[in-house]
C-alpha cells in the first residue's frame, strides 16, 4: 500500500494489537504531538522470544501504520509474568 494514512488514534492502534496478537492487554497513549505514541503490551504470546521479535509482532500487528502514520512508537512488550501480576 502507498497511500499515506492519517495518524491513527489510539483506540484504533490497541484494537489492531488485540485481533492480531492472542490475549493480549494494551495501553497506548499520546506523548507528543498527534502521531507520537506510548505503547505498553502484555501477552503470554511473548514469551521466550527476545525484544526484538516481540516487536516485530507488534509492528506486523500495525500493518501499513507503521511506513506512514506513526511518526515515533515508545514501546514495552511484557509477559504477564514479567509485570508481577503473577508473582504471590
Known amino acids: 500500500m502507498n497511500k499515506t494514512l492519517l495518524p491513527p488514534d489510539c ?15 494494551v495501553e497506548v497513549g499520546l506523548f507528543s ?18 525484544r526484538v521479535a516481540r516487536h516485530q509482532m507488534v509492528y506486523q500487528a500495525l500493518g501499513d501504520y507503521m511506513q506512514t502514520g506513526i511518526h515515533a512508537l515508545a514501546l514495552k512488550t511484557l509477559t504477564p ?8
Request: proline share 0%; charged share 35%.
Open 11 to 25: 483506540d484504533t492502534l490497541a484494537d489492531m494489537v488485540r485481533k492480531n496478537i492472542a490475549d493480549c492487554e
Open 33 to 50: 504531538g498527534n502521531d507520537h505514541f506510548d505503547m505498553r503490551v502484555v501477552s503470554a504470546a511473548f514469551a521466550g522470544k527476545n
Open 81 to 88: 509474568e514479567e509485570t508481577g501480576v503473577n508473582d504471590e
